[in-house]
């Protein structure tokens, strides 16, 4: 073990849509967890790595804390709550409110039951004037008891860093789990699966909530390197969205599959196929069998 090295595993929490994602990816440096206006965008923990010269960060994304609706909303609370009780340091990432919402009053009761250091991420600070900021820092320490509390812009990059020195602060002496060039154990079909559902997020109305998932039916490269061909179905819940993610001759459809194709090139650097179909299966988010086939860990349901 290098000598002085710290290494821990930090949660990142919040309500939906709190930026969570943006935080991640921008910490990391590189895209991981899918971003998009709609909450409940992410449904797994994504395991991302942070490793420098001092140690190495393993941040766990959760699922965003709500009241759960169905199948898949109970399950995606187990996994926030599991993992707020195996981590070394918890990141609760906040809008800058000044009056604190019942769904953020929830988060800090579970959070006083939690004996590890909670650092208070309050994010979004470029969308308002300074003296809300210090309101707004005023109101969360009423509500709880905070190691560290960090004003932060995770879009625009503003004082992120100051994240990563607070938790290594926090983080206990111990060995390097991943490689230097390991930054997620996230399976490549997944984020490919994930990239997929986030355009599709970005183009439809409102009528497609987060009904649908994603599926890679096949990923295969071919012989000479240069090309891999990607299968992937869209699975919705109803006839009416199927026709919405379609479009008018396709033309959705199209528009998904190009803007998905785009950006995994980018990280698989190499050229891409990418064929899509659209299926309808009625409440997957009901069904167990459903959401782990889904690619839901099985352990965590």
């Known amino acids: 073990m290098k ?3 710290k290494s821990g595993f930090v949660a990142l929490i919040g309500r939906p849509n709190v930026g969570k994602s943006t935080l991640m990816n921008r910490l990391i440096g590189q895209k991981i967890a899918i971003t998009s206006k709609r909450p409940q965008t992410t449904r797994n923990r994504i395991q991302t790595v942070y490793t420098c010269d001092d140690g190495q960060i393993v941040f766990l994304d959760t699922p965003g804390i709500h009241k759960a609706k169905n199948k898949l909303g109970e ?3 187990t996994v926030a709550q599991r993992t707020l009780k195996e981590v070394d340091v918890i990141l609760w990432l906040v809008e800058p409110d000044t009056v604190i919402g019942g769904g953020d009053k929830r988060i800090a009761e579970q959070l006083s039951t939690v004996k590890v250091p909670v650092i208070l991420v309050i994010n979004k600070v470029d969308t308002i004037k300074k003296e809300t900021v210090t309101k707004s820092i005023e109101a969360y320490r009423k509500i709880g008891d905070f190691e560290e509390i960090i004003a932060t812009s995770a879009l625009r990059g503003n004082n992120t860093h100051d994240v990563i020195d607070a938790v290594f602060k926090y983080l206990p002496y111990g060995p390097q789990y991943y490689d230097e060039d390991t930054i997620t ?5 997944q984020i490919v699966a994930e990239i997929i559902r986030e355009k599709a997020l970005h183009v439809l109305d409102e009528e497609v909530p987060h009904g649908i998932a994603v599926a890679i039916d096949q990923m295969k490269e071919r012989p000479n390197g240069r090309l891999v061909d990607i299968d992937a179905t869209i699975i919705c819940e109803r006839d009416s969205h199927k026709g919405i993610i379609i479009g008018k001759q396709g033309s959705m459809l199209k528009r998904i599959g ?5 950006e995994i090139e980018q990280m698989l650097e190499q050229k891409v196929n990418l064929k899509l179909w659209v299926k309808v299966k009625r409440d997957w988010r009901d069904s167990d069998f459903l959401v782990k086939n889904f690619g839901y860990d099985k352990k965590e349901i």
């Not at 154990?185 to 079909?189: G, L, V």
């Open 3 to 5: 000598e002085n090295y």
């Open 75 to 77: 399950y995606m609370m």
């Open 185 to 189: 154990d996230q399976p490549q079909r």
């Open 258 to 262: 190009t803007n998905a194709r785009y």
